[in-house]
């Protein structure tokens, strides 16, 4: 079974779909997916399909969606075995639990290639880390679940998967800085600060991207950019850290031992975010 939720939903057998068209049903085998291989609790099913208040007949209501998933899942099974499909989608004490352990699931993949690609760099192997975390990156094909309706669970689910790759992003742009690659990067980051203005991280890659590319001026224009984001949006001024990054660009050729590729700087940034 291959299963995507780094981007459109969906769940595969063989090439072949089970994911449902109505929007519930498609909620709960997304929560499931996610989970694959663990009980999902059925009060927490109920909480995403319905919120903190679900009907009378939501327990038996759940029981017909995972009526129509398992109908699904047999549709796929070879001929003689779609009894089978209770097995996938098992009943457990407390709640349901899809069992696909020899499943192709892109997030488990990416949340593998991070933790990879982290130890690369932690390993000073920036090169290593910079494939791996493309690879991981590569794997998004838009928003997480972007086609799914988001009750309160899946909203959380999902907010955590996007939380995780840009960090990923955050890591590869620090390989990449590692590798010498702050020319190729500008680009880039130009796009990353002004989708997320108040990410110090990306604004701090920037600056020393544009440092070490010989735009020190442009870098010390990003920070009061920043600066003022923060002041009109939040009512504060850049991190301390922020702020010293700021100092050793105005310092002018005195900033080369601080900034050096950047990568010990960012290091610093990252650990305090």
Known sequence: MEIRVLGPFSVLRDGASILP???KPRQILALLAL???RVVPTSLLMEEVWGDEPPRSAATTLQTYVLQLRRKIGAVLP???QHRAKEVLATSFSGYRLCVDDAQLD???FH???GRGTAALEDDDPRLASDLLRQALGLWQGDALMDVPLGQVLRLESLG????RMRALELRVDADLQLGRHADLVAELCTLSARHPLNEK???QLMVALYRAGGAGRALDEFRRLRRTLNEELGVEPSPRMQRLHRAVLGGNGAAELLG????FLERLGRAG
């Open 21 to 23: 068209s109505a929007g």
């Open 35 to 37: 989970r694959s291989s």
């Open 79 to 81: 001929p003689g075995q």
């Open 107 to 109: 997030a488990r993949d």
């Open 112 to 114: 593998d290639l991070v």
């Open 161 to 164: 998967l996007e939380e995780a």
């Open 202 to 204: 990306f604004s701090a």
């Open 261 to 264: 590729d950047g990568s010990e």
